[in-house]
């Protein structure tokens, strides 16, 4: 049986919904894709503090432990246990998306990711109940939308609504060559707006490497084929940056055609993203 959320009367929160209420469902992917299409409607509740248990992933290993989550007017921190004087971290909400359609695979899991001390990182939670996640997942988006509210009071609060959350325009593995070497290595990517993160793993705490995009005003561009040092294939296409072009091998052709529409989409709107410009983020893997 579906529960009954308290999300605009629909059985699963609309992106300007900011309260889901008592049921452990796990919509489907479908169904997630389904009210992302729908017309807005006003909200109905408002949370901007939450605490509680969430197990999460460590940074490192593939091993989940229970952590205490606080979620107040403008940050969200997490401790090792309830007690502790001091948080394990603590992030500021206008740092931070949130998306249930994450890398874990877990029906009530949910993944955070913030820049950090000027570094992406990538948080992966799971409740016990789809119930939990939920009111997590909506707590934090109308903390968001309270904080936005504030800096800009004159503005109509639906104006905020796609910045509350969103998901990655896409993820996948691509093959790309490090700096000065024609060997493909396998790497997960995931398009964040404008920042293009690749990983070694879906579920790694830091990106190897990120491609901060910006306009084609900028001289960045998506291209098919490949260069001349790493052969040609139906399945090859080229980033253009400033800085340095980026060979990238898809695992299909139609997945090439899929990462051009999506890049090139990105860069059209680079020009509206909020964050730095800088236009190359390395971290020094490839």
Known sequence: ????????????????????????????????????????????????????????KKKVDNVWQSRFFVLDKSTLKYYKKMTDPVPTESIELLDLNVTLNGQIGHPNAMQITAVIKGRTRNIFVYAESGQDIMNWFCAIRASRLKLLQEREPGKNPEEFYPLLSHDFAKSGYLHKTPPNKLKYQRRYFLLNQNRLMYLEKPTDAFPLGEIILGTEAECFSVEEGSSHDTGSSDSSFILNTPIRSYPFLAETPEEKLSWIAVLRASIEKAHTFAGPLTPIDSYGDD
């Open 1 to 56: 049986m579906r529960p009954e959320f308290h999300c605009a009367g629909k059985d699963w929160p609309q992106p300007m919904d900011l309260y889901a209420g008592n049921s452990g469902y796990a919509p489907s992917t479908t169904e997630k894709s389904s009210c992302r299409t729908r017309q807005m409607s006003p909200y109905r509740i408002l949370l901007v503090q939450k605490k509680g248990n969430l197990f999460k």
